[in-house]
């Protein structure tokens, strides 16, 4: 359905809350900055500012729910014949590809890190939110392979699995902060996926392999790790 106009104005002011927010927290740092000066900065109410952010670490982190569940997505969205791993480092190799800043390749991080930095609400946010990570992508592993109840495996795959994304955007944080080209950071860290990749077991590689049926009728079929990578 298209966006109405009432939708979309309050997705511009929420927008607009968050820029102005970001703009102060980046210039005087997190800890502050009140809300009541993000809201007269914004020419809003606290009220208003509350209404569309119950936190203000979520005046920072404003775009986490959908990096919560960005890996769960990657591996419900796998064409037929691709392993849950294979999925991951698919779609990180395009991010990084692309230059996407949305895996942190982009100019200005380093000032974004130098807050989060300085913050501990913002670390204990940041923190809360790779574990919601974590946890959508073991339900998505343990729907999409069909799991049994109680089976830990789609736990440790998670993990493992888990291990991918953490670690090429700790890698891309680290060198971002640094003052490096994002376009350069990507070239090495393209050349860091094929090493990751190569560090994986085969029972990793080759788990929760998406099947015909499950591409035509969305039925939760195939045993997990049954099947290698494009098979």
Same mark, same amino acid.
């Given at each position: 359905m298209a966006e109405g106009l009432r939708e979309r104005k309050k997705r511009q002011t929420r927008q /607009?809350?968050?820029?102005?927010a970001t703009g102060l927290f980046i210039e005087r740092g997190f800890d502050? #900055?009140? $809300?009541?000066e993000i809201a007269e900065a914004a020419n809003v109410s606290v009220n208003t500012v509350y209404n569309y952010f119950p936190a203000k670490e979520d005046l920072f982190f404003d775009r986490s729910a959908g990096v919560v569940d960005r890996l769960a997505r =990657?591996?419900?969205?796998? %064409?037929e014949g691709e392993s849950?791993?294979? !999925? $991951? @480092?698919r779609e990180l190799r395009e991010e990084v590809e692309a230059v996407s800043p949305r895996v942190? @390749? @982009?100019?200005? /991080?380093?000032?974004?890190?130098? $807050?989060?930095?300085?913050? %501990?609400? @913002? &670390?204990?946010?940041? =923190?809360? #939110? !790779?574990q919601e990570v974590q946890a959508a992508l073991e339900q998505a592993l343990r729907e999409e392979a069909g799991a049994a109840e109680g089976d830990e495996l789609p736990h440790l795959m998670a993990g493992q699995i888990g291990w991918i994304h953490s670690t090429v955007v700790a890698v891309i944080g680290r060198e971002m902060v640094k003052g490096r080209e994002p376009r350069e950071v990507s070239r090495e860290v393209l050349a860091l996926l094929d090493d990751i990749e190569d560090l994986l077991s085969e &029972?990793?590689?080759? /788990?929760?392999? &998406?099947?015909?049926d499950q591409c035509s009728d969305g039925r939760r079929a195939g045993a997990p790790g049954a099947a290698s990578p494009g098979s």
């Open positions: /607009y809350i968050s820029d102005v502050a #900055v009140t $809300v009541a =990657w591996v419900r969205g796998r %064409p849950a791993a294979a !999925a $991951v @480092l942190g @390749l @982009l100019s200005g /991080y380093a000032a974004f890190m130098k $807050v989060v930095e300085e913050a %501990p609400a @913002l &670390r204990s946010r940041l =923190w809360a #939110v !790779a &029972r990793v590689l080759g /788990y929760a392999v &998406r099947t015909r």
